[in-house]
DNA sequence: GTCTATACACAGATAGAC
DNA sequence: GTCTATCTGTGTATAGAC
């Protein structure tokens, strides 16, 4: 038993410093939509249309937020980017393509982030716990983006909503996977692994979707994930004592 | 350690026992919103009344479901349930109306068929599992209610929001007692219980936000209450070995 | 690249016949 | 109690001046 507390103690890095390694600025992510798109877009300087994009991508959260993104008028849009009607639609043929262009810019960026943070570690129960940690962390940087891509999910044409739904299932899969290996080293217990990690990513997304209640708790996102990690490894792990 | 042994294998009931007992049907529900609302509807006799607002809320919930309340047009729902769009408006004054009485209408369900669950149980143990599956089986009995209490809370004015808000904190906070006084009474570990109450929380309500999921991995509502129980035991109980 | 002005579709809601 | 027909506001989107 005294390995297993050694591990427990080997505390993975703090947000502050997660944040520091992976925060990539709300410019950086505008201006990855523009190469991604400036063929559709009327705008050809890049330095104009990454501010505008960021502008953009910042008011459309704060309304949708408010009142979801079908209930956004371009006219709120445009009174809330201080951008004209004719100027928005320069930057995307439509609201719907513009939709589509958050979500999928939205997967992408958890997609792309989360990959490497599993493989960084050997150990089974560090996997998961990397994994875990990297997942709310990410969600806190990009909150907006995550809270949106969830919320505005149904607002998506039926191909749109199976991709959506199949990168749910991925994400879910990282952490069966590790549960599935960890049984297998004998390090976990035996069990319903795509349940467990089913409930386990309920847990972390319930950190963007309840913001409100967690700050009212006056919880941080380190004392969440501690926790959160804390009640999964007695979980998972096989009886020690 | 064999009294807590007994105590978990004590099942209590299954699904098809609860929705027996506790099934309301979907007329009694329409019935219980006619006698709340009857001063300010148009219609009169109760059986029409009641058999069209079943039709109605029904179609709501069927259609918002799909892309959401907001981007239900009167004409959708007029189409759904059959009735003309002069019809509908006896029924209720307005469509932000007819949201309002639909939210209020599930949270006083979810509350009212709640509370009793609570008191019937005297151990701490048996309580906090009859609490959870009580709610996983609501929440699978009024599923549309609860989803679309959820999903829709942001079309609420914002006086309306705090109060869906602080009952969101009423049935966390049911969760949060019943881990305060088990600690209290040295059967659960302590530890910060209003987070833990939280993220109970999140797992129950995932049953019903991601009913798409479940049903693809072909899991019940028994055996997705169970599993949740069985994660949530060692989770709080003191170390028995 | 951005603006103003406007087209035109569709939303919520009501009046009045039946 | 329910229908059809219609009013009026607001939505998305575009045209064309600057």
Do not use: C
Not at 55 to 68: D, E, L, P, T
Not at 173 to 191: A, D, H, P
């Amino acid at each position: 038993m005294p390995d297993i507390k050694e591990k427990v103690k080997k505390e993975l890095m703090n947000y502050k410093e997660f944040k520091k390694k992976y925060g990539a600025s709300n410019q950086e992510i505008a201006r990855e939509v523009f190469l991604e798109n400036k063929d559709a877009m009327q705008i050809k300087k890049e330095k104009t249309a990454v501010n505008n994009l960021e502008k953009i991508f910042s008011a459309v959260f704060s309304i949708s937020y408010k009142k979801g993104f079908q209930a956004m008028s371009m006219r709120d849009l445009s009174q809330k980017t201080g951008m004209s009607l004719g100027a928005l639609y320069a930057y995307f043929p439509g609201k719907e393509k513009l939709l589509g262009i958050i979500q999928k810019q939205g997967w992408s960026l958890i997609k792309k982030k989360l990959d490497p943070a599993i493989r960084d570690q050997e150990d089974y129960l560090e996997k998961l716990k990397a994994v875990i940690k990297t997942h709310v962390f990410l969600s806190e940087l990009y909150r907006p983006w995550f809270y949106f891509t969830f919320m505005e999910v149904r607002q998506l044409k039926p191909a749109e909503i199976e991709i959506v739904k199949s990168m749910e299932e991925y994400t879910q899969n990282t952490l069966y996977e590790i549960l599935v290996l960890g049984e297998k080293k004998k390090i976990f217990k035996s069990g319903h692994h795509n349940l467990t990690a089913s409930l386990i990513k309920s847990m972390q997304q319930d950190w963007y979707l309840k913001r409100w209640k967690y700050r009212k708790m006056k919880v941080t996102v380190d004392q969440f994930t501690d926790h959160l990690i804390s009640l999964v490894e007695p979980l998972v792990l096989l009886q020690t004592s």
